[in-house]
């Protein structure tokens, strides 16, 4: 597969996930690659429904911002090892990870063997 097809791949979901995250929260500086879940925007919320209303959205933020800061940690080490020239290498076993597997997920870490043990979905 062409390096610099997966790279703009990983670019360009780098940069869509930098901007969900930033959605949903705002940036930690003082932990890179972190983002602070936060409520959504509103004037004075004055009835208990609202006050509920704007604690589930919270939550659901909350629960979304994980798994998102996840993904982007796997992206930019996917671009790191890119960039130092261990791209494509599985992790466990140093072989070379199928070019249908990088296909389906540029920032694996693992050939198709050794999914299980780096926890990778796809």
């Not at 429904?49 to 940690?73: C, G, I, K, S």
């Amino acid at each position: 597969m062409n390096l610099n097809a997966l790279k703009k791949k990983l670019i360009a979901e780098k940069e869509n996930l930098e901007s969900e995250l930033g959605y949903i929260g705002e940036k930690d500086e003082e932990r890179p690659g972190n983002y602070n879940a936060q409520p959504a925007e509103t004037d004075q919320v004055g009835f208990r429904d609202e006050v509920a209303d704007r604690l589930e959205e919270y939550d659901e933020r909350l629960a979304t911002e994980q798994p998102l800061e996840a993904r982007l940690r796997n992206v930019t080490d996917a671009l790191e090892r890119i960039e130092h020239g261990a791209y494509g290498l599985c992790n466990v076993c140093g072989q070379k990870i199928e070019d249908d597997r990088l296909a389906a997920n540029p920032s694996a870490r693992t050939c198709k063997a050794h999914i299980k043990e780096s926890g990778d979905r796809a």
